[in-house]
């Protein structure tokens, strides 16, 4: 009798065990789950809105992706103490992100942010263009093509790279970042021309471009942020200024600058990401800063395939090539620089 009471517990015991271990085992394979709150797998993906440029400080991995510790992703992930690994790379478009980044994705993986289209849409160039004045410039034609490219051909990338981040990482929460509006009516630059017309037409595009992708991350089951309410008051000019104007290094031209990560975008970002607003205290910042290191170190491996990503940079209308569309255009420039 003694034997078989000693042998059903034994039996019993096994049995608890058993379940204990797959509980956490279940536990640590829910997004979000208590018993998985420390070190959880982070991923960030996407382009330069995403991998900080404009704050001028990024992490020495061996690339030009210009990943900075200032950057949402990076503070979010120290307020929260991920596991980050910081992809996102200036210049990216969307096969770029399927061909360098997603790779970092794995069963694992509990959070993904991703920014994405802007580049493929010709961000850079279709900046480029409305900066010069209206007599040097085709900036209407410009941003027609960029929006039609946004109807026509960005819907159905999106839906293959998106389908390819569930693929890869089935159990992530994946919040979709969207762009935020560059002016509010003002260019006090004195290098560059922008019109209220263009200026109309390039914030028009935006929201064409944080529309389309919302759809699409709706249709994937993502969650998606759109920041312009939030940089409303703080685009180009604004008496606090949340994106670049014309800068110096050019590169960080119209881009969230240090204010614009920290302020900006991540406790618009953490919010759907992580259930709550996150604030980039003191603290935060420094252990982000400390992260540095160690994440450039984490970038190294990836450092042959980010170098295949060209930076898609502003490129100003300096004088020289004013002349030379003035010299197109038969158009006396230094008279007309006088009067302007």
Known sequence: MNGSIFRLSTVRLAVSLTSIALLGAGLAAAPGSPASAAGEPY????????????????????????????????????AKSYSLNFRACSGAKVPDVLNTQISALSTSTRYVTISVGGNDAGFADVITECAYPAWASDCAGAVAGAQSYIRNTLPGNLTTLYSRIRSAAPYAKVVVVGYPKLFMGEDCNAATWFSPEDETMLNDTAVLLNNTTASRASAAGFSYVNPISRFTGHAVCDDVEW????????????????????????????????GAAVTATPAVLA?????????????????????????????????????????QRGIDLDSWLATH
């Open 287 to 327: 252990a982000a800063e400390a992260s540095g290191p160690a994440q450039a170190a984490k970038q190294q491996r990836y450092a042959a395939l980010d170098r295949h990503i060209e930076p898609e940079v502003f490129q100003p209308p300096t004088r020289e090539r004013l002349q030379r569309r003035a010299d």
């Open 43 to 78: 991923v960030a993906l996407g382009d330069s809105y995403s991998s900080g440029v404009g704050t001028r400080s990024y992490i020495s991995d061996g690339t030009s992706c210009k990943r900075s510790t200032l950057a949402y992703p990076s503070l979010v992930a120290a």
């Open 243 to 274: 994106i670049n104007g014309l800068s110096n290094p050019i590169e960080e031209s119209y881009h969230p600058n240090v204010a614009g990560q920290r302020d900006g975008y991540t406790p618009l970002v953490s919010t759907p990401l992580t």
